[in-house]
């Protein structure tokens, strides 16, 4: 006569039931990707997104490594004003001191080219630090006639131009005394603004740098750490970064020119739906802030 099996007990299936849930649990964590936040002390991946406005911002802006790489960027209709940020040493000699600058993408304008719609207006923000000797810029908007259509006026550090909105066109961007300072932007008929999006682009170095001091004393706090959180205490939405090394300068130590602090930097992409004004006038306090001389 063949002895029935005993059945399991109730401890025995219920120890059974965990050891598979915590098997299951653990297999989706480790193939889960790396979440990341806007914490300070979180590491941030390359071409990271931060915002959460996926929808209405990171979907149509383009991201911080497509604008590092492509050198451009073609704003949607949901931007009613892109802030054009003039890079620090901008006004070092293409043709021979191109070691100084932060990148050799995106060196003059972040970024070089623009593509917007209709009616979409433009500020440029000045972020050519002027230690030891002051270098203010005067930049010409000509259209592909040649004719100077705009024209900013004298812009000091931390300065932004009054916005300008242009006619549909081809258009191209210089400065009235480094002439070496080009950049292209096309107005396109195709669309035409429909949301009120501050948006631009802003450089930071990655780590804190070892001086952040500039040549009168002033200390500057400002590098990514910093602006991950002074960006959404402004009312700014960081929507992506981008990290990238430049070191070029054989004679520098590290190689990189010393009033940029450091090789290693950081693109960052960033929006609001604050009033020109106020966006315009916070930015310019976090220019100060940045460490770059």
């Known amino acids: 006569m063949r002895k029935s ?23 989706l964590i480790v193939l889960s990707p790396t979440a990341f936040s806007q914490d300070t002390n979180t590491p941030i991946k390359k071409d990271q997104a931060l915002s959460s406005d996926t929808n209405t911002t ?3 802006i383009p991201s ?17 004003l892109f802030v054009w940020y003039i890079v620090n040493e901008a006004h070092e000699d293409s043709s021979t001191e191109q070691h100084k600058y932060v990148s050799d993408h995106n060196p003059i304008y972040l970024p070089a080219n623009i593509v917007i719609p209709q009616g979409t207006a433009i500020s440029f923000l000045d972020a050519d630090a002027p230690w030891d000797t002051p270098h203010p810029h005067a930049i010409s908007v ?18 932004a131009s009054v916005p300008k909105v242009l006619p549909v066109g ?10 070496w300072m080009k950049g292209s932007i096309t107005v396109s008929s195709s669309q035409k603004p429909t949301g009120n999006l501050v948006v631009g682009g802003f450089y930071a170095p990655t780590n804190q740098v070892a001086n952040d001091k500039d040549n009168d004393g002033g200390v500057h706090p400002g590098w990514l750490g910093y602006y991950k959180t002074e960006f959404p205490n402004n009312g700014f939405k960081v929507l992506s970064l981008f990290d990238f090394h ?8 590290g190689e990189f020119w010393p009033d940029q602090k450091t090789a290693d930097h950081t693109l960052l992409i960033y929006s609001t739906e604050q009033s020109t004004d106020q966006a315009l006038a916070k930015l310019s306090k976090m220019v100060w802030n940045n460490v770059y001389i």
């Open 5 to 27: 099996r005993k059945s399991p007990s109730g401890l025995t299936l219920t120890l059974l039931l965990m050891l598979i849930t915590y098997s299951i649990t653990s297999s």
């Open 58 to 60: 990171q979907g149509v």
């Open 64 to 80: 911080a490594e497509s604008v590092y790489q492509s050198q451009s960027m073609v704003l949607p209709s949901s931007v009613k």
């Open 142 to 159: 000509m259209d592909s006639s040649g004719n100077v259509v705009y024209t900013t006026g004298k812009m000091d550090y931390t300065n």
């Open 170 to 179: 081809k258009y191209s961007v210089t400065d009235a005394k480094y002439v």
């Open 246 to 253: 430049y070191a070029t300068c054989k004679y520098c130590p």
